[in-house]
């Protein structure tokens, strides 16, 4: 046990030195296989945690999240995990998955194994480091997980939900699929999908890879209830829901924030107005950084003590 701890010592020693923790670090998982994860230590007594959006790729690579949303807290270390799967060495893809996405990702993926695999990192993390607060803040696939993870841990002190949609996964989707198909094809489409979903709710097992994601992946979606996960949460809650998002339905999250308000008094809806699920405007110009201002400034208001956990 004692070389255990001195090892784990070690390593986080290195993410002090190197930015980043050593890929694989000391964790695994059940079934053997290592949790790679990435540690940017600052010294602080706040941990900042990262959670990405769907796509497959490592989030390693990702400027928007390492430069960008990483800077929501001063002086917080920041912590992201990658998918199963997943390391550096996955070449990155701006405009969707890795053409060298593995296997292992298509079999194993969801999220809910991407709930507990980061639940596993930020317990042992807390344990060599004893943070005052934990913040998580995750985007689209990233938001889910994030309630996931906060529904299960009470050593959270306050979650950001980026363009998270709404209650169901089902509904996002049909609502995606709507915007893009004109109504004779969408009727159809939407009668396909319904029975897909039905039929991966129904089974326990299947080969399949659709829309870049297995088996695992689809029943965890189609199962989840975002709603009742994020009721079930104590920390403060900050939704974020771009206007103009063709992913996920605006209108669906503003249905989900109304019961959420309705029911909790620590949970804010905020609208960004003019841009997409990437919070891009229709010029195409990356307007993220708003976002990052709004969310420094709902934290700021929390004034974080050391009794909020």
């Not at 920041?78 to 199963?84: P, S």
């Not at 319904?194 to 991966?200: E, G, I, N, Q």
């Not at 771009?242 to 949970?267: G, H, W």
């Amino acid at each position: 046990m004692y070389r255990k701890t001195v090892i784990g010592i070690y390593l986080i020693l290195l993410a002090s030195q190197y930015g980043y923790a050593e890929e694989g670090g000391p964790l695994t998982r059940p079934d053997g296989s290592a949790i790679t994860f990435y540690l940017d230590k600052k010294g602080g007594r706040h941990l900042l945690v990262l959670m990405q959006g769907s796509d497959c790729n490592s989030v390693v690579h990702s400027k928007v999240i390492n430069d960008r949303f990483a800077t929501v807290l001063d002086d917080a270390d920041v912590l992201t995990v990658e998918k199963y799967g997943l390391t550096r060495a996955v070449p990155w893809n701006g405009s969707g998955d890795s053409p060298a996405c593995p296997a292992s990702y298509y079999e194993h993926d969801s999220p809910q194994q991407r709930a507990d695999d980061y639940l596993r990192v930020i317990s042992w993390l807390d344990d060599q480091f004893h943070y005052d607060h934990i913040t998580l803040l995750g985007g689209s696939e990233g938001a889910l997980v994030a309630a996931m993870v906060a529904s299960r841990s009470d050593a959270v002190s306050a979650v950001i939900s980026l363009n998270g949609g709404g209650r169901f996964f089902v509904d996002d989707a049909l609502h995606s699929m709507e915007l893009e198909l004109p109504p004779a094809a969408f009727e159809e489409a939407k009668q396909g999908f319904l029975a897909f979903a039905a039929s991966v709710e129904a089974a326990e097992n299947m080969d399949l890879v659709m829309s870049g994601h297995g088996f695992r992946w689809w029943k965890s979606m189609l199962a989840a209830d975002q709603t009742e996960l994020l009721l079930s949460i104590r920390a403060p809650l900050l939704i974020i829901q771009s206007e103009l998002d063709k992913s996920v339905s605006p209108k669906l999250a503003y249905a989900q924030a109304k019961i959420l308000m309705e029911n909790r008094n620590n949970a804010e809806f905020r609208t960004v107005k003019g841009v997409d699920h990437k919070f891009h405007d229709l010029s195409g110009k990356d307007r993220s950084s708003e976002v990052v201002s709004s969310v420094k400034e709902w934290l700021g208001s929390l004034q974080l003590t050391n009794e909020t956990r």
